[in-house]
Structure formats: structure tokens, C-alpha cells
């Protein structure tokens, strides 16, 4: 499973992405809706829900950074996509005081390695304010604290619950396949085309743990996220 959220901050597009393991059998619903659910991006208001996914990253941004959409797929399941545009208006909650910092600063996570064959995950999230950094670029006690709980999250095994069939999903690092692009013979990286050749390229029951620094985020720089 994937989850895209695209998100804009100054007029800075920003893109992130989860992946999970799906378990269990759809009955009512399909996989990625149930996923979108259980992250918390569906919402009927510009709040997402609370102590998800979604509404624990609202919380951590500035109201400058405005949540777009989130699309979620199966990914070897053609039909099985569920894209969700939020409402207008759907900002960064943040109670942070300050002014909103530059696209480039974020704050980051980076996961645990379970396999010596796949690398660590890392997220880069926009939206700091200059209430939430201290000198030298340290993230101060109570947004970090609170970007532990949304670590915490990211790394449980999510669950839902489909007309008493329960679906879960669990939290991994994917290891695509590189390629070269015919056209431009310049490298790539996708999905392996055979599931079970995938699942043998992806790390499973991962954690995540925020820095305690202000990250960079070059490709957020100002004309190039545009």
C-alpha cells in the first residue's frame, strides 16, 4: 500500500509518502479507503481526526502549509485507489508563536533498520515556526515531544474495521527496483512488478524517531517546489 499526501507552503509544492503491508479481506470497503481511514485523512471538517496520523501532523505545522489531497492505493491492485481532496481551508494547526520559517526548514524522522539489505525510511515534514527552534537550530522540548507522538504513529501497525472483518496495516520501507528510462538514459526506481518479489524488497515493522535539529529540504527551495 502507498499513501501520497501533496501538501504547499509558500507556494512550495511538498510531497510525502508512506508505504504499509495490507492484511485481510475487504468487504465493504476497499484497502485504500480503509487506509486513508485509519491514518485519519478522511474528514467531513478542515480538522483532521484526532491521534491519527493526519491530525497529529496538523497539530506540528504552521496554518502557512495547506493540505491538499491524499491518495492511497493498492499498489498491485489496478482499481483499488481512493484520491481524497480536502477541504479548503485545511491548514497547519500549530499553537506555535512566531513567524513560519523558510520551505527549506522541516522538521525530520528517520527509521529503524530491520534487514542490512534495505535502508533507513526518512520524512520531511514543512511548516516549523520560529517559536518551535532555538539557537543553533534545535527543535524545543514541546514540538518535539510532540513530533514523538506522531514517531509513535507512524510506527504502530494500523487496523479497520470493516463490518467486523478487520483489516490491518503495517508500517514498512520499500526497496524499489532501479531502472534506466529509455529516452532520457537516466536512472529511476519503481515498484518490482511481481508482488511477492517486492515483499522480499521491503522492510517491515519499522519505528521512526524525529531529530532533535531543523532539517534541510533542498528540493523545497523557492522556485524549485513550484
Known amino acids: 500500500m502507498e499513501l501520497t499526501l501533496n501538501t504547499t507552503y509558500f507556494n512550495q509544492k511538498c510531497v510525502n509518502r508512506w508505504n504499509y503491508v495490507a492484511s485481510g479481506t475487504p468487504a465493504a470497503v476497499t484497502l485504500s479507503f480503509a487506509l486513508m481511514s485509519a491514518m485519519g485523512f478522511l474528514s467531513v471538517t478542515t480538522s483532521f481526526v484526532t491521534d491519527t496520523i493526519a491530525g497529529l501532523l496538523q497539530d506540528l505545522c504552521s496554518p502557512g502549509v495547506i493540505f491538499n489531497n491524499a491518495i492511497a492505493r493498492a499498489v498491485y491492485i489496478d ?82 474495521d470493516d463490518e467486523g472483518n478487520t483489516l490491518s496495516f503495517v508500517p514498512c520501507v520499500v526497496q524499489k527496483e532501479k531502472y534506466t528510462v529509455t529516452l532520457s538514459g537516466k536512472d529511476a526506481y519503481r515498484y518490482y512488478a511481481d508482488q511477492a ?15 532533535e535539529q531543523v532539517r534541510s529540504q533542498v528540493s523545497r527551495q523557492y522556485g524549485r517546489g513550484q
Open 79 to 160: 482499481d483499488d485507489f481512493y484520491d481524497n481532496p480536502f477541504l479548503a481551508s485545511t491548514l497547519g494547526q500549530t499553537g506555535s508563536s512566531g513567524d513560519s520559517l523558510s520551505p527549506i526548514d522541516t522538521f525530520g524522522f528517520y527509521s529503524s533498520r530491520v534487514k542490512q539489505s534495505i535502508g533507513r525510511g526518512y520524512k520531511r515534514f514543512p511548516g516549523l515556526m520560529e517559536g518551535d527552534v532555538t539557537s543553533g537550530g534545535l527543535i524545543v522540548s514541546g514540538h518535539l515531544t510532540a513530533e514523538e507522538g506522531l514517531a509513535d504513529a507512524m510506527g504502530d501497525t494500523l487496523s479497520f
Open 197 to 211: 518479489v517486492q515483499l522480499t524488497h521491503t522492510a517491515q515493522g519499522i519505528n521512526w524517531t524525529p531529530y
